[in-house]
């Protein structure tokens, strides 16, 4: 892949985690003061402001329902996703551990939420418990984590 795309994707993504570790949600403490009121008023306020913080949640699920199909029927340019992100050893060995990968994801399509942990569990478990070493099923669970940030 030509370097001025890597150092653009490479910035990207730089960007991308830096703004989620450092939103003013992380450091934002839960607001209980609504808690005691009874007023129906105000109920019907906390229920709309519950509602629209679930709905971004709904679509980042979505987003990442979509990659894992895209993994699913693009073996091919999944793993080249993953040579970008993590190099050509770690796409041969997605390559070669593929179907063990997809055997585990497609139980999370079945999810309300999949958050990207949850991936990067299910596929390091799965590739740990049929014998590959913690190593290369940490390299490939992490490709595939950081690939999925690329589709949200």
Same mark, same amino acid.
Request: aromatic share 8%; charged share 20%.
């Given at each position: 892949?030509?370097? $001025?795309?890597? +150092?653009?994707?490479? &910035?990207? /993504?730089?960007?991308?985690? #830096?703004?989620?570790?450092?939103? @003013?949600?992380?450091?934002?403490?839960?607001?209980?003061?609504?808690?005691?009121?009874?007023?129906?008023? !105000?109920?019907?306020?906390?229920?709309?402001?519950?509602?629209?913080?679930?709905? @971004?949640?709904?679509?980042?699920? $979505?987003?990442? +329902?979509?990659? &894992?199909?895209?993994? $699913?029927?693009?073996?091919?340019?999944?793993? !080249?996703? &993953? !040579?970008?992100?993590?190099?050509?050893?770690?796409?041969?060995?997605? /390559? +070669?551990?593929?179907? $063990?990968? #997809?055997?585990?994801?497609? @139980? %999370? %399509?079945?999810?309300?939420?999949?958050?990207?942990?949850? #991936?990067?569990?299910?596929?390091?478990?799965?590739?740990?418990?049929?014998?590959?070493? !913690?190593?290369?099923?940490?390299? &490939?669970?992490?490709?595939? +984590?950081?690939?999925?940030?690329?589709?949200?």
């Amino acid at each position: 892949m030509n370097t $001025k795309i890597k +150092k653009v994707i490479s &910035i990207l /993504l730089t960007i991308f985690f #830096v703004c989620n570790i450092f939103s @003013p949600a992380a450091f934002a403490s839960p607001d209980y003061s609504n808690l005691a009121n009874t007023n129906t008023v !105000e109920s019907i306020a906390d229920t709309n402001k519950s509602e629209a913080v679930v709905e @971004p949640r709904n679509a980042v699920t $979505k987003i990442v +329902k979509s990659a &894992i199909n895209f993994i $699913k029927n693009n073996k091919e340019a999944a793993a !080249e996703v &993953i !040579e970008s992100v993590s190099g050509s050893t770690v796409a041969k060995n997605f /390559l +070669k551990y593929y179907d $063990k990968v #997809v055997e585990v994801l497609e @139980p %999370l %399509l079945e999810w309300s939420e999949i958050p990207a942990q949850a #991936v990067y569990d299910a596929v390091r478990r799965v590739l740990v418990s049929a014998g590959v070493s !913690e190593t290369v099923a940490v390299n &490939i669970a992490l490709a595939i +984590k950081e690939g999925l940030s690329w589709f949200v």
